[in-house]
Structure formats: C-alpha cells, structure tokens
C-alpha cells in the first residue's frame, strides 16, 4: 500500500444558491448534482469521489444551511449539519462580497464547536472585478479562523487546482475508500430523478414554486440492448401547479421529458423512452409519510 496516499470526506456547505452543486460537480468533471438558479436545489447530501495519485476526496454535497420553513426544510437542515460530523475538511462557500449577513453569520457560529480545517472558498469571482478579491478576503478574515482562503469561479473552472491542493493538505494520510472509476454513491435511478426534477426546475423558471418532487416509477433496460424505458412521475402540491407543469396541450412537459431525455442518455450512454405523469399530492413538504415515500427518510440522518 502507498504510505504517502490521502483520504478524506470534505463537506461543502454555504447557504443555499452560492454554487456548491457547481463547485462539485466541475471538481469531478462531472455532472452529478443538480443545480437551478432556485435555491435549496439540493434535498439529500450527495456524495461523490475525486481521485488522482495524491490520493481520494469524497465530497459530501449538503443542502444550503438555512432558517427552515416546513418539515423538508427541517430535513435538509438536519442533512447539512449532519455531514459536518462525518468530515475531515470543510470548505465553505461564500460569494464575492465585503458584506456579510446574518445567512453567513448564522453558519459561522454552527462551525465554531466542529473544531475541523474550515477552506473558505470564495466563489463566481469571475463576476467581480480582481481589485476587488483581497477586500473580500480581509472582511471574511474577520469573521472566522479560515485554515485557507481561495478565490475561485466553479462555473468557469478557475483556481479549481489550488483548491484541490489545499483540501489534500488538511486530509489524513489512509486507504482507498473507493475505486478509481467510482464517481458517486448514488443509485443511477436517483440521479435519473434528479436529473427530471432540475429541467422541470430550469423550464418552469418562476412559474411554480420550489414544492416538486420526482418519483421513478420503472426504469428498464430492453432485452435486446437497444434502449432504456423509464416511467416517472412528477409530483407536485396544488391542481394549479399541474396544469403548468403540463402546459397548454402538453407542450410543457414535452419540454421538460425531451431536455431531460438528452441528459440521462448522455449519462447512460443508451438511448432513452422516457414518459413523464404529474401527480397531485397536496402539502407533501409538511408529510414525514409522503416525504420518506419520495426519497427524504428522516431516519436515515438521525
């Protein structure tokens, strides 16, 4: 076994929409997360693994830490603080910005009993002039003993390797956990939900609210090799928000099955007949029974 190999778990964390779903997936060059311009994309921690000859990062994903306001809210709170006790490393994500409000005061007093190497990464740099970067360090500096502070663009894979190389310094030195080709824990059908559940996201933009959950009803390949045939079933919380997401004579969801379509037979390197239905199920968000139906199991993260 190489004595000089690190392995570690690296917790991502930041409120909700800085671009923790980004920063990961272009970290392993690949797209595992789902990620919208809406916030708390992101439900369940996702874990994923980077590894090159220095050694293995497995990220841990966390939903967005922020004040919750149904019992999904509860749930990922839950998952984001759970993560933290499971990692090595915590890189912190934060915007480019000399103010900080009470979202990044909120997670700077969760971190001070966790006693981990907290990176902060200051992210979408690309979108501020570079004058501007070291006021933005010196205002976070003041808030928290960072073990490293790198300024980064997820999105436009900018200082990615540096960052890297800081989260390499603070792991342990240890095993494999997992295999080379290994890029994710999670179930191919759950990535293939996610993947519907962020085109219907991104195609229904401000129309509908975040209250969309996306169920895999079957998902089978055919005898002969030659495709893939997957039902799924979108379920939202009121009548009204079915008829948009169904749109006027179906073109809507069409939009969503055909964009999401292009997506999961990129990821499966298979053709794909997929068939979407839209169920009502009214308050699922505030329903521990509909809720664990559909993915979110409270007792998983206790």
Request: with cysteine; net charge positive.
């Amino acid at each position: 076994m190489k004595t000089d190999f690190k392995s570690g778990f690296t917790a991502i964390i930041g409120r909700p929409n800085v671009g923790k779903s980004t920063l990961m997936n272009h970290l392993i060059g690949q797209k595992i997360a789902i990620t919208s311009r809406k916030p708390q994309t992101t439900r369940n921690r996702i874990q994923t693994v980077y590894t090159d000859e220095k050694g293995q990062i497995v990220f841990l994903d966390t939903p967005g830490i922020h004040k919750a306001k149904n019992k999904l809210g509860d749930y990922m709170v839950n998952v984001a603080q759970r993560t933290l006790k499971d990692a090595d490393v915590i890189l912190w994500l934060v915007e480019p910005s000399t103010f900080i409000g009470a979202g990044e005061r909120h997670i700077a007093e969760q971190l001070k009993s966790c006693r981990l190497p907290v990176i902060l990464v200051i992210n979408k740099v690309d979108t501020v002039k570079k004058e501007e970067v070291p006021g933005f360090i010196q205002a976070y500096r003041k808030l928290y003993d960072f073990a490293e502070i790198v300024p980064v663009s997820a999105l436009r894979s900018l200082n990615l390797d540096t960052l890297l190389d800081c989260i390499f310094k603070y792991l342990p030195y240890g095993p494999q956990f997992y295999d080379e080709d290994t890029v994710t824990d999670q179930p191919q059908r759950q990535i293939v939900a996610e993947m519907i559940r962020e085109k219907a996201l991104r195609c229904l933009e401000e129309e509908i609210p975040h209250g969309i959950a996306v169920t895999i009803e079957r998902m089978k390949e055919r005898a002969d090799g030659s495709m893939v045939d997957i039902d799924a079933t979108i379920i939202c919380e009121r009548d009204s928000h079915k008829g948009i997401i169904i749109g006027k004579q179906g073109v809507m969801l069409k939009k969503i099955g055909s964009a999401a379509r292009y997506e999961i037979e990129k990821m499966l390197e298979q053709k794909v007949n997929l068939k979407l239905w839209v169920k009502v199920k009214k308050d699922w968000r505030d329903s521990d029974y509909l809720m664990k139906n559909f993915g979110y199991d409270k007792k998983e993260i206790e």
